[in-house]
């Protein structure tokens, strides 16, 4: 099941210091309407009683989707990261992360909100995440080589309001450009790189943009 826990918050936008109940745990099987809310964020939206003002709140929390055995932690913390990191490690007895892992759930481990609604996004459009993740690692790499006056570049993989599906390229956390999904050149990554991967269900490292670049350096030797 879904839970909170109290905590305390200052508004963004009175300052006043207000007192509420945060996620800890969300469940989409006890909780479906929180599916939704967790991609568009309204799980997150806070309404400070002073002012009436609203503010998307970022905090970490376990998200919880049984009915597609998707287990993602979003960590905002190093403890959080490494406590996870040695569970998947870790000897079954007492591993609180067993019981999912004998399910193959599909476990993940994210550092921002944006990457864990990206993830959502990823794998809602039933996309293996990881191979998502050399897509968009070779997409920053040319990105890179090509506007070398560029720093702290990342790409999202979107969907756009017309419905296409793109990967965007932010510069400082803003929007800079963007591109189609090309469905051809992730076919041809699955055929390259799936058969040196695990099973998805299988394969529980943090996967994001240092893995991918980790394994595509790995693959040049």
């Known amino acids: 099941m879904s839970n909170k826990l109290p905590a305390t918050v200052q508004c963004k936008h009175c300052q006043h210091t207000i007192e509420t109940e945060l996620w800890e745990t969300i469940n989409t099987a006890t909780d479906p309407e929180l599916k939704a809310a967790v991609r568009d964020r309204t799980a997150f939206l806070f309404e400070c009683p002073e002012c009436s003002e609203k503010s998307y709140l970022d905090y970490g929390f376990l998200y919880h989707q049984p009915e597609d055995r998707i287990l993602i932690q979003y960590a905002t913390d190093d403890d959080t990261i490494r406590n996870m990191l040695a569970c998947l490690k870790a000897p079954k007895e007492n591993n609180p992360l067993a019981p999912f892992m004998d399910a193959e759930y599909i476990i993940r481990l994210v550092r921002s909100q944006d990457r864990l609604t990206e993830k959502l996004r990823i794998l809602d459009d039933g996309l293996d995440d990881r191979i998502m993740e050399i897509y968009k690692a070779l997409a920053l790499l040319n990105y890179d080589s090509e506007h070398p006056d560029k720093n702290n570049t990342e790409v999202y993989y979107f969907h756009a309001a017309d419905g296409s599906?793109?990967?965007?390229?932010?510069?400082?956390?803003?929007?800079?450009?963007?591109?189609?999904?090309?469905?051809?050149?992730?076919?041809?990554?699955?055929?390259?790189?799936?058969?040196?991967?695990?099973?998805?269900?299988?394969?529980?490292?943090?996967?994001?943009?240092?893995?991918?670049?980790?394994?595509?350096?790995?693959?040049d030797e």
């Open 165 to 219: 599906h793109q990967l965007q390229v932010f510069i400082d956390k803003k929007y800079e450009c963007s591109s189609l999904f090309n469905q051809k050149m992730y076919q041809n990554l699955v055929q390259q790189f799936s058969p040196k991967l695990p099973p998805i269900r299988k394969d529980w490292p943090l996967i994001d943009e240092k893995w991918a670049m980790h394994l595509l350096t790995e693959d």
